[in-house]
């Protein structure tokens, strides 16, 4: 069984470039959700994409974009960053149905903006 | 909306000791509650959860947590500290939906030898 996959591992954008996260599901899972997590800090729900349409969406605003696959991997696109958009980046796959909501996170990708 | 508060930033505990870390949730609806673990420079693994049946939860490397609604809460417990306990830790709450998750400012555990 596959687990949760992320690229790149690190990243470094000037502020005002636009930058695209990848995420593989682990296998069998059909929902992808994106948190970012500030040095410090608990991490704060984006979005969720399930059957390749948001889902669910935290308080961000609109440049963060999404997209879901039809083999569930997904990306998540940022436009216009800004500094305080650094941060690592996680990815969880789960299933949804089943009552369960069990995420599974990818190891993240750190994201530097200067 | 839901959201949680972990009690305490960081835990020191000495290696065999009670290990306790406090998690207070809000919901207006039956809550799913989970307890995440993070090492330095990884992503979140899970070592438990609430999912409406047992309120007692086992999870693993001897975690449990314990659901109390009458006090809003979800601590989780291990009887005995080890070393390798060392990380942060994260409580997290979804509702029914499962399509919003919110998750603690999160307890960093220091375990003294």
């Known amino acids: 069984e596959t687990g949760v996959t992320q690229s790149p591992t690190h990243l470094i954008k000037t502020r005002g470039q636009q930058v695209t996260l990848r995420c593989s599901s682990q296998?069998?899972?059909?929902?992808v959700s994106w948190y970012q997590q500030a040095l410090g800090q608990g991490p704060q729900f984006i979005f969720q994409y399930y059957r390749e349409e948001e889902n669910g969406r935290g308080n961000f605003p609109p440049r963060f974009s999404g997209l879901q696959f039809p083999n569930y991997s997904s990306e998540l696109n940022v436009n216009a960053l800004e500094l305080d958009d650094s941060a690592l980046y996680l990815c969880?796959?789960?299933?949804?149905?089943?009552?369960?909501?069990?995420?599974?996170f990818g190891p993240g990708t750190r994201l530097t903006v200067t | 909306a839901q959201s949680v508060t972990q009690l305490g930033s960081h835990v020191s505990v000495s290696e065999g000791a009670l290990v306790l870390l406090r998690c207070n949730y809000s919901s207006s609806v039956p809550p799913y509650l989970f307890w995440y673990v993070q090492y330095p420079n990884q992503g979140l693994q899970l070592l438990l959860k609430?999912?409406?049946?047992?309120?007692l939860v086992k999870g693993i490397n001897g975690f449990e947590a314990e659901f109390k609604k009458s006090e809003t809460s979800f601590h989780l417990t291990k009887p005995s500290a080890h070393m390798s306990d060392a990380a942060e830790y994260f409580c997290a709450v979804t509702v029914n939906t499962g399509n919003q998750f919110y998750f603690g400012t999160g307890t960093s555990l220091t375990v003294i030898p």
């Open positions: 609430y999912t409406s049946a047992a309120t």
């Open positions: 296998s069998g899972h059909n929902t």
């Open positions: 969880a796959s789960s299933w949804t149905g089943a009552n369960s909501y069990e995420q599974y």
